[in-house]
């Protein structure tokens, strides 16, 4: 039966505000610029480089025993699609930027096979960004960037790198993978900052 259509937690789509030109989906598309890395969590490995050269790494199992968080939150797809209510386990970047010495404004995210995105070191405090490793209670799966990946909803999902595996800290701004190629060096979708210049 259909009844359940259109019905998402405890919220109707109906009354859901979604950014402008998003529409709601509710499967989870995969989105990747190039092959699945299978990545072995225990060689798996986290690196934070600060603008002075100084490097703070974690392993696998440094990353679980730090406190963890649960976010639900909505995610926006520049290729236009939303998914509400999404539920991962991570912890906060507040958690790893606070064993780090830094004043670096930007940050620049490497991903296992060379993506990179760019994004204010801002974005990254308060609650607002997290390297998750899983996704509605199961290990995050490689396709959509397990063991570990960024998250930050609150901009679209391309700054979301998958395969994490580091965060340069940048006096700087410097454009990521998509950045270079013309999307929008910010990406706020409540703006619809899709395209540089937008
Ligand atoms: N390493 C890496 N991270 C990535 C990408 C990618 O190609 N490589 N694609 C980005 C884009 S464009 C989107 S929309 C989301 C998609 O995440 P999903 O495949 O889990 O839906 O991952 C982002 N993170
Ligand atoms: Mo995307």
Redesign the pocket.
Known sequence: MAITRGFRGRRLDADVELPPGQYLTQD???????PTPRIDRDSWEFTITTEAGATHSWAWQQLLALPQDKPTVDIH???KWSKLGTAWQGVSLDVLLEQVESTADYALVH?H?G?TTNLPVQDLLDGQAWLVHQYDGEDLPP???GPVRLLVPHLY??K????VNGIQLLEQDEPGF?ETLGYHEYGDPWREQRYAGD
Do not use: D, I, M, R
């Open positions: 989870f598309p995969v989105l990747s610029a190039g797809c520049v290729t991903s096979g993506y396709e959509h960037g999902l391309w979301s790198a998958k395969w998509w």
